[in-house]
């Protein structure tokens, strides 16, 4: 029998942050059918045996590399056959019944292609919940310093993704720390593009599902705290990740056989300028982009 909702998460290194998650899924979700899948990227930290002590309903997969979140979303992506999907980080605490009301709330909404909720930190403080899809004309004004000439673009682009108001609204996307998906929509759009390491991937994907005729909104009724941060991470490599991710997003979103030489000049000079704080990275960067000869439609 097809489940409700598909929970995901992926682990690397996060061992007693997903313990702690997961028991809060079990404490809290209510009065709707779930299954959950921990998708392990080679963490080496005991997991399985700690699942299978404590968890032994969850399914556990060992992608046996470090493929990243999009990737390692996929592995349990390709299997599930629910009528939801909720991909779940590992450092996140529900406070509510955060996944029933995401649930309902898509039952009510057949045009919505994914949702999710408020998220908090620790103190009960709003964190970063949603973001604004950046187009090419961002891109030039931001490379340029050309930004605060146009004062109503500036304000859409300083959205944080506070969700302050508590009011349901649509959003661009929603940030994949809690990003509840209709399976029909992800399997008309696609899964995760693997180029994506970690950064921006939850972006691209959603441009995709807006591209196919769905609506993404955040519903403030379903609470989740987010830790941020608590996974290891290597600065120089994560600011690569970031820039990498950055020019994936413009080429896979915008670019053409046209244009990619545009969005390739812009990302040469805007992380120039950043070159003496970030050689390693920005180095690593423009390899990539000389050797990604793929061109877009």
């Given amino acids: 029998m097809k489940r409700s909702v598909s929970i995901i998460l992926v682990n690397y290194k996060t061992g007693e942050l997903t313990k702690q998650c997961i028991q809060s899924l079990y404490d809290k979700v209510r009065d709707v059918d779930f299954e959950i899948y921990v998708v392990d990227n080679n963490s080496n930290d005991n997991i399985e045996i ?30 599930v056959d629910s009528k939801y999907v909720f991909l779940l980080n590992t450092d996140t605490v529900l406070i509510n019944n955060a996944v029933k009301i995401l649930f309902d709330f898509m039952e009510q909404n057949p045009d919505l292609g994914a949702c999710g909720g408020n998220l908090y930190d620790e103190h009960n403080q709003h964190v970063h919940s949603y973001g604004v899809h950046y ?43 809690d990003l509840m998906i209709r399976k ?24 995709r599902i807006k591209k196919a005729g769905y609506k993404i909104f955040i519903n403030p009724e379903a609470k989740i705290i987010h830790l941020h941060d608590k996974s290891p991470k290597k600065r120089e490599n994560m600011y690569f990740e970031f820039l990498k991710s950055k020019y994936l997003y413009f080429k ?5 056989a046209q244009n990619i030489w545009f ?35």
Avoid: W
């Fill in 50 to 79: 700690m699942l299978q002590e404590n968890f032994p309903d969850v399914k556990f997969i060992q992608s046996g590399e470090n493929k990243g979140f999009g990737a390692g979303n996929n592995v349990a992506l390709k299997l």
């Fill in 135 to 177: 187009n090419l004309k961002d891109l030039f004004l931001k490379t340029f310093f050309l930004r605060y000439l146009f004062p109503k673009n500036e304000k859409r682009l300083n959205d944080r993704g506070l969700n302050k108001e508590n009011q349901t609204k649509s959003v661009d996307f929603i940030t994949g720390a």
């Fill in 184 to 207: 029909e929509a992800l399997d008309k759009a696609g899964l995760f593009d693997e180029r994506f390491f970690m950064y921006a991937e939850e972006a691209e994907l959603q441009y």
């Fill in 252 to 256: 896979l979103c915008y670019g053409t």
């Fill in 263 to 297: 969005i390739k000049l812009l990302m040469y000079i805007s992380s120039f300028q950043k070159i003496f704080m970030h050689k390693e990275a920005i180095t690593n960067l423009f390899n990539f982009i000389a050797s990604d000869k793929d061109i877009p439609c």
